[in-house]
């Protein structure tokens, strides 16, 4: 099946709809832009999007993406913009799609800190645990993209900005560029916690083991600990104290912010790759030992009775219990919620 390509330069905003339905094969049954449901599998140009979807890469070794029947979104590089079917066998494909393209420049109007290219490119996995259910009707769109923070006092409460994993969830998403190990944190995963009443060891922890790698095959976990003998907070328990927290996702509170006040205009904006005003959990690749990681996952460190099995004890013997575990389990909003990475 014959492919469209157009050149986009980065910062661009770019908008495809496409309709009409395509046959993978002689004998297989029609279908539409977003594809078949199914995974392609091992041979197609993008073996974990579904099969039959529209598809989109920027340039040649840029890594595919799901284009469906509609997409917006940022252009991550200069390059030619390739749209095709996933399949791993065109011979015998039929029919097609109708695709309307329309590219804005935007490079001027978006700034650097904020465009795709710095974060989340697609989930490759997601294993929802026990409660989950808030934000699934919204992904991949909630997690794509930079975050929408809202700092020490108030939580973002958006399901078009936040994804429930329940407990002992995790996720597995690919970069939109790679992550270099240099001086200092490598990058940053943003999670929802705030402080109760603006107290700093009254804190809505809601913790997440993080792991990386560079092949999607090998994976490295980061090094954690939880301080079941450090400060308490006003509960008297050490689950609320962001310090007892080492080496965890979903401590520190979410300030960054592209666009505060939704208006569009990015002067007021909290910078999500400055990290002495972004927030977030910053981590170094040099602590797993890796130059570089295309992908990150994230696993919800779980609930002892509330979903038996999916706890996390640490190399102390220690149960990691987090800030979210005090409170009753409210369907959909349990588990790690997971924001944005960059």
């Known amino acids: ?15 495809i709809e496409a309709t009409g339905t395509a046959t993978l094969s002689d004998d297989s049954d029609p279908n539409g832009p977003d594809g078949t449901g199914d995974s392609c599998g091992v041979g197609c140009t993008a073996p974990t999007l ?26 991550a590089a200069n390059g030619t913009l390739h749209l095709i079917v996933n399949d791993d066998d065109y011979a015998d494909n039929g029919g097609g799609f109708d695709v309307t393209i329309s590219v804005e420049p935007g490079g001027d109007t978006v700034p650097a800190s904020c465009r795709d290219e710095n974060f989340i490119l697609q989930i490759i996995d997601v294993d929802f645990g026990a409660l989950a259910g808030f934000g699934e009707d919204e992904q991949p769109d ?10 020490d006092y108030a939580s973002q409460a958006s399901q078009k900005e936040l994804l429930s994993l329940g407990e002992g969830g995790r996720i597995t998403v690919k970069m939109a560029r790679e992550i270099v190990d240099g001086p200092g944190p490598d990058f940053v995963v943003f999670e929802n916690v705030l402080y109760w009443g603006g107290d700093p060891l009254n804190a809505y922890t809601d913790t997440a083991l993080v792991e990386v790698s560079a092949d999607g095959q090998t994976w490295k976990r980061f090094p954690f600990d939880f301080v079941a003998e450090g400060p308490t907070g006003p509960q008297g328990l050490p689950d609320t104290v962001p310090e007892n927290f080492i080496g965890f996702a979903g401590v520190t509170p979410t300030y960054a912010n592209c666009d505060p006040n939704g208006d569009g205009d990015f002067a007021d904006m909290v910078d999500p790759l400055d990290l002495s005003v972004s927030g977030g959990d910053p981590f170094d690749l040099a602590d797993v030992g890796l130059s570089n990681a295309s992908y990150v996952r994230l696993i919800d460190t779980g609930h002892i009775e509330r979903a038996p099995g999916t706890e996390v004890y640490d190399d102390d013997g220690d149960l990691v219990s987090d800030g979210g575990n005090l409170l009753p389990a409210y369907q959909g909003f349990r588990g790690s919620t997971w924001t944005r990475s960059v």
């Open 1 to 15: 099946m014959d492919g469209l390509a157009f050149d986009v330069s980065l910062g661009d905003l770019v908008t």
């Open 142 to 151: 909630n997690i794509l993209g930079p975050p929408a923070g809202k700092g």
């Open 50 to 75: 579904p099969r039959g979807a529209l598809i989109g890469r920027v340039g040649e070794a840029g890594t595919p993406f799901f284009v469906g029947a509609s997409y917006d979104g940022v252009g």
